[in-house]
């Protein structure tokens, strides 16, 4: 999990870089847990990306090139859980119930449209403005402090968002690379309910096998619209990996499969948010 989310440090700072920011990787990494944990607690993950923004944005870093960042780094997330998905799907169609391939097509259409919105925002100054003030409207759920001004200062930067856009687009080996890494991030998170297999003490099912059923669960429950997929993911992962368990232990799995994927890390991210909002408070009281 560790590796995972250092991946997608690697392609958050290879942007800005492109982009000319200058922001270290470990607050790279920092962004990243902030991100992953507003992904946790919203629905359909949508306050991730505008609290990295908001953050990044308390760092210094311009707002264009840390939209435009998070944004491509977004499309080649749901490129890798698509196709992943749909090649997985070749390989377990079999072990799938009616509820479950439903869910897969509902959860695969769900993502293609972020995708073809995402795709859009990268290349649209219209959709770019719309994303901006859905990032205000999440900020202000979250009761940030004086928004009209921040509002105001982030449209300003749309213009130079669009410069860089046109920038990435022309740097496709850029956008190859990045979309190379997300793969690799994604298959190292999916092999984790593999190690939790092996840890059982099984060893009859290999890595592929493991692997590419966590690709149908995860392609599964992506695009449910609830905070972390919390029950959807539970349920799908007791029909889906039973096949690897038997009956008495397939929970005890998907207990430690969904602690050690989504759960630790929500807590590891919750103090990371909470030391990043007391350093806010303290500064801006010295500030004062």
């Not at 072990?95 to 293609?112: D, E, P, Q, R």
Request: net charge positive.
């Amino acid at each position: 999990m560790i590796l995972y989310f250092m991946l997608e440090t690697i392609n958050m700072s290879r942007t800005l870089k492109a982009l000319g920011e200058k922001s270290s990787f470990l607050r790279n990494f920092r962004y990243t847990l902030i991100g992953f944990f507003f992904s946790s607690i919203t629905p359909a993950a949508s306050g991730g990306q505008p609290m990295e923004i908001y953050y990044m944005n308390r760092d210094g870093l311009n707002v264009a090139n840390s939209t435009l960042a998070l944004l491509i780094n977004l499309t080649s997330m749901q490129i890798a859980t698509i196709s992943l998905g749909l090649v997985s799907l070749i390989f377990n169609y079999q072990y799938m119930n009616t509820a479950l391939i439903v869910f897969f097509v509902i959860g695969i259409l769900l993502n293609s449209s972020a995708l073809a919105l995402l795709i859009i925002s990268i290349c649209s100054k219209r959709v770019t403005n719309w994303i901006i003030g859905f990032a205000v409207k999440v900020m202000k759920f979250f009761k940030i402090k004086n928004m009209d001004k921040k509002q105001e200062w982030m449209e300003n930067e749309l213009s130079k968002y669009q410069a860089n856009a046109n920038y990435v687009k022309t740097h496709k080996l850029l956008i190859l690379k990045t979309i190379i890494t997300t793969y690799i991030q994604f298959l190292i998170y999916y092999s984790v309910p593999y190690w939790i297999y092996r840890s059982f003490g099984y060893n009859t099912s290999n890595i592929f096998e493991v692997l590419s059923m966590q690709a149908v669960l995860f392609a599964t429950v992506s695009g449910i619209p609830s905070p972390g997929a919390v029950g959807v993911s539970e349920g799908g992962f007791l029909e889906l990996f039973k096949k690897f368990y038997p009956k008495n232990q397939v929970a005890s799995s998907m207990l430690l499969c969904r602690g050690v994927n989504f759960y630790l890390f929500v807590i590891v991210s919750f103090v990371i948010v909470a030391i990043s909002s007391f350093k806010d408070k303290r500064k801006n009281k010295i500030q004062e």
